[in-house]
C-alpha cells in the first residue's frame, strides 16, 4: 500500500489593499477553511497576500509552481472589470492552456445568487504540472464556486501529473472516471 504525498496547494489573495495592510484579508483565510473542510489527504498550504498588479501576480503564480511545487494553486480577487482586476489577465500570460469550463460553472452557480455575478472574469489555466484556478473574493462566493467545481479538480491533478487529493465524501464526491 503506497502512502500518499502531502500537496502542496497555494493560496494567492490578490488586493491593494490588504496587501498594504489596509484591510485584513478574508479571502485568503476563506480559500483554506474550505479546504480544510473538502481536502480529507495530506496537504501544506503556501498562502501569499500580493497588490493587484500584472507583472507581479504573474510572477507569483510562476514561483508557486515552478519553484514551490504547487500541483494547486487557488486565487483570490481581481477578477471584476474594475481596471486594477487584472487576474485573468495574469493566469493567461503564465499558463501554457485555459480551462474556461472552470470559470463557467462558476460564473453559473455564482448567477443563482446575484445578478452581477455576470461581471466576474474567473477563469482556470493550466501551467506544467500545476491547475490554477481564480475566484471572486468575496468568502461566500469562494465557498459557492469551490464547492461547485472541486469535483473536478482531483481527476484535473490526476491527469497533469500533480500530486494526488482525495477528498471528504461527505462534503465533496470527487469525479474521477472508473477505469
Not at 48 to 71: F, K, M, N, S, Y
Not at 155 to 176: H, K, M, N, Q, S
Request: hydrophobic share 40%; aromatic share 4%.
Amino acid at each position: 500500500m503506497t502512502s500518499i504525498q502531502s500537496v502542496k496547494i497555494g493560496i494567492v489573495t490578490i488586493s491593494d489593499r490588504a496587501s498594504q495592510g489596509v484591510y485584513e484579508d478574508k479571502g485568503g483565510p476563506a480559500i483554506h477553511d474550505e479546504l480544510t473542510r473538502i481536502v480529507s489527504s495530506p496537504w501544506t498550504a503556501e498562502a501569499r497576500v500580493i497588490p493587484d498588479d500584472l507583472d507581479g501576480i504573474a510572477a507569483t503564480l510562476v514561483e508557486l509552481c515552478d519553484v514551490a511545487g504547487c500541483g494547486l494553486v487557488i486565487t483570490t480577487g481581481g477578477t471584476g472589470p474594475a481596471p486594477r482586476d487584472v487576474t485573468p489577465e495574469a493566469t493567461e500570460r503564465v499558463c501554457e492552456k485555459m480551462m474556461p469550463g472552470f470559470g463557467e460553472l462558476m460564473r453559473k452557480v455564482s448567477l443563482e445568487v446575484v445578478p452581477t455575478a455576470i461581471l466576474s472574469r474567473q477563469t482556470a489555466g493550466i501551467r506544467g504540472s500545476s491547475l490554477i484556478l481564480n475566484l471572486p473574493g468575496k468568502p461566500s462566493a469562494i465557498h459557492d464556486c469551490l464547492a461547485a467545481v472541486f469535483p473536478a479538480i482531483p481527476y484535473c491533478l490526476d491527469l497533469i501529473g500533480a500530486g494526488r487529493i482525495e477528498t471528504d465524501p461527505a462534503v465533496c464526491r470527487a469525479f474521477r472516471p472508473k477505469s
